[in-house]
């Protein structure tokens, strides 16, 4: 997707261990992922209106996995992509999206493979705790994003980690998370750094019951955090929450905040 002189710029991108490790853990949890992670309603609601009051976008996605939002979001007429560097969450969303209009892409979120100046709208869901270099990410989302473009960031504030049910059960997430997800004025600071403006957020936060397929995705630990507790604290965590959920009663709580950020553009710019 680079021109050749683009090509004949960049240096490429290489892993760090880390992020070796976390690209395998996707890879591994993919199927399952597709089956007990599903998109949340309310992100996906508030991507859904966004595209819909700005007509014919081409959108990319960061961090895709499973297509949960890239499909969904095939309702709209805008064009989507979807970009991971996961081959196994990749295969999924493919498998998952077969017959919808979207272009899936194996890449780095720190190296997108993509021109410049290539999309509308760029977002990403729960993605950006994960990439090591966040700087870099915002930089490519920029250099992707046209002139007078949007980024959407849907991530955690410490608020929400601290406040999530499962921390009941497994006391460490809310250590590991709030070390691992950065604040929303960290976000904002890098984001205006890199160039970005008009920098506003909202947030959604609703009870949902804690339903089977919740207690599977925590079984399986397709929340990585789960994957960095003690595994002792995991095994009894895990008795005493499937125990509780039997009552059927659990709520918990599905909490998100959106980060938006605009690319320099017109003023008065209709996005
Ligand atoms: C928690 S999942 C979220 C998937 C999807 N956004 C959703 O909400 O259903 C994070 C995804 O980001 C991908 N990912 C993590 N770091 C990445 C990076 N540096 N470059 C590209 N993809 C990355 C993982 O492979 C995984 O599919």
């Not at 295969?91 to 017959?99: E, N, Q, S």
């Not at 919808?100 to 720190?110: D, I, L, Q």
């Not at 406040?163 to 497994?170: E, G, H, K, P, S």
């Not at 955090?225 to 059927?248: C, M, N, Q, T, Y």
Request: aromatic share 10%; proline share 4%.
């Amino acid at each position: 997707m680079y021109s050749r002189r683009q090509r004949a710029n960049r240096q490429p991108v290489f892993l760090d261990r880390l992020s070796c490790e976390l690209r395998r853990e996707f890879d591994e949890i993919a199927p399952v992922y597709a089956r007990v992670r599903p998109a949340s309603e309310a992100v996906l609601q508030t991507l859904h209106t966004f595209l819909l009051s700005h007509k014919g976008m081409t959108v990319l996605e960061i961090g895709c996995g499973t297509g949960n939002y890239a499909i969904a979001l095939t309702s709209t007429d805008a064009s989507i992509w979807g970009v991971d560097f996961s081959l196994g969450m990749l295969a999924v969303a493919r498998r998952r999206g077969k017959g919808r209009r979207v272009t899936w892409v194996c890449g780095h979120a720190e190296q997108l493979p993509f021109r410049d100046a290539s999309f509308d709208f760029v977002f990403n869901v729960d993605l950006v705790h994960l990439v090591a270099q966040r700087r870099t990410m915002f930089i490519e989302a920029l250099r992707v994003l046209r002139y007078g473009g949007v980024l959407c960031t849907v991530t955690k504030k410490h608020e929400h980690i601290r406040r999530r049910l499962l921390a009941r059960y497994f006391p460490s997430i809310t250590r590991v998370n709030t070390e691992r997800f950065p604040h929303l004025w960290e976000i904002t600071r890098v984001l205006r750094k890199v160039g970005f403006h008009r920098i506003t957020w909202s947030t959604v936060t609703h009870e949902i019951p804690v339903t089977p397929a919740y207690l599977e995705s925590v079984r399986w630990k397709t929340d990585s955090v789960l994957r960095r507790i003690p595994e002792r604290e995991f095994r009894e965590g895990l008795a005493a929450f499937e125990r509780d959920a039997k009552s059927g009663t659990l709520l918990r709580q599905s909490a998100r905040v959106f980060i938006w950020a605009h690319a320099p553009g017109q003023c008065g710019s209709t996005l």
